[in-house]
């Protein structure tokens, strides 16, 4: 089957783009609004960057109603924000965070979630998390204010705070970390199955 993209219907092309580019890392975003409320939101569509210099990027994809999230007004208006890395014991919390909450109330309080304060930020990151990636707001591009359209964000990152637990011999240890990621629809994965392949030498 071969399909245009120019002619698709917009939930089409979310659903292929969402099942077929899988499994997705989770970017669980701190941030303080102007007046103070510290608002969560998890986002799917996120990765490095680079790494010399470190950067992270996520991409806030516009909600049918055309409007900016929370995320991003914060991130606009005080440039800090802390990426929380979401394992499976706080999947429900997560997911608790993805609700439509107004801008005055806190998804950290409605989730029943604790913070944690880092020495870079006055934004705090989410109690409980194995790794907080505290951030600096670097570039911000918007794709189209299109409802289902997108803007990609890049974010210096100032420092980490990871739990003792996880370094091993000055590393993060992977397979103490244990992570979701995002399919399609409403599915989540794990990665506690896992295997390795030795990057190849050249052939020549």
Known sequence: MLLDS??????????????????????????RSPAGVVNLAPFSFFTVAS?????????????????????????????????????????????????PYPPDVSELAAAGLGTTVLPWLEVPGVAGAPIHIACRLRQQLQISPA?????????????????????????????QLDVIGKMGADSYCTTRQRFELARPAHPG
């Open 6 to 31: 120019t002619t698709l219907d917009t939930r089409l092309a979310y659903q292929l783009l969402t099942h077929a580019v899988s499994p997705r890392p989770i970017a669980w975003i701190s941030t």
């Open 51 to 99: 790494i010399n210099p470190p950067v992270l990027l996520f991409t806030q994809v516009n909600p049918r109603d055309s409007h900016t999230k929370d995320t991003l007004h914060n991130l606009q208006a005080n440039g800090e924000c802390v990426v929380n890395i979401v394992t499976h014991a706080q999947a429900e919390a997560m997911n608790q965070s993805c609700a």
């Open 147 to 175: 409802a289902q359209s997108g803007t990609v964000v890049l974010l210096d990152v100032l420092g980490f705070a990871i739990d003792d637990q996880l370094m091993q011999n000055g590393q993060l240890c992977a397979e």
